[in-house]
């Protein structure tokens, strides 16, 4: 089976998985992203696999095998998975379920390329753990939302590449989000403290500093334009 689109040719077909965290927002960014896949880089729906938004362990567990063990055999396919969710280091969590990252990487080792999107907290420490697999640098692209000691904000990092894959540009990593300052009134309540003093403190402002930075990462091979649009 053989797809194109205007800017590339798919020698062969990609297999799509999107997993997503226990929360609507994670659901709804790996949803957009399905819309993204389908419609504007044309991948047909029948290859790509979500993973249910459900709270049951066995079944995200047997949604995510189910994915690997129905790849064909005897064929080289590719394939490209995508996280959206919660993320510590060494481990995402798929509908809440912990899921180490050297246990995931064991579904990889697939006849063809592979690319791995992750978009949690902490995601750049999977790399290391792909790299001592011998998973990466030369059998596939891993890009990671934020470094291996950062969290991942929103969902600035899957804009920033449908960005890029829409204007047919592999994804050049850059510091996204900014570091702020939010200037809060101190209040206290009038039980706790007399009225002179209690006037005095509420007349105070604290800073509020919220660090929002993360870089993402990535490494591998140049395979961004399996997932460059029609458009």
């Not at 791995?116 to 990466?136: A, K, P, Q, R, V």
């Not at 939302?145 to 991942?152: G, T």
């Not at 919220?210 to 993402?216: F, K, L, V």
Request: glycine share 6%.
């Amino acid at each position: 089976m053989h797809y194109y689109n205007s800017k590339v040719m798919y020698e062969r077909p990609l297999h799509v998985l999107l997993i997503h965290g226990n929360e609507k927002r994670f659901w709804l960014e790996t949803a957009n992203f399905y819309a993204f896949l389908s419609q504007e880089v044309g991948i047909p729906k029948d290859l790509i696999t979500n993973v249910p938004f459900v709270s049951n362990q066995h079944q995200t567990i047997d949604t995510i095998e189910s994915f690997f063990l129905k790849l064909p055999k005897f064929r080289t396919v590719d394939i490209a998975v995508v996280y959206s969710g919660h993320g510590l280091s060494g481990e995402f969590l798929p509908n809440e379920i912990p899921f180490t990252y050297e246990a995931f990487a064991v579904y990889f080792d697939v006849k063809g390329d592979f690319i791995f999107i992750n978009s949690c907290c902490y995601s750049g420490s999977c790399i290391d753990t792909f790299l001592n697999e011998g998973l990466l640098p030369d059998k596939g692209l891993l890009i990671a939302s934020s470094r291996h000691n950062q969290k991942s904000y929103d969902n600035k990092f899957l804009e920033a590449l449908k960005r890029a894959y829409r204007n047919g540009r592999e994804y050049k990593p850059k510091q996204l989000g900014r570091r702020y300052v939010i200037e809060e009134r101190k209040s206290k309540t009038k039980s706790s403290i007399d009225q002179q003093k209690l006037d005095y403190y509420n007349n105070l402002w604290v800073e509020i500093i919220r660090d929002e930075r993360q870089n993402p990462v990535r490494c591998g091979k140049s395979l961004d334009h399996l997932l460059f649009t029609n458009q």
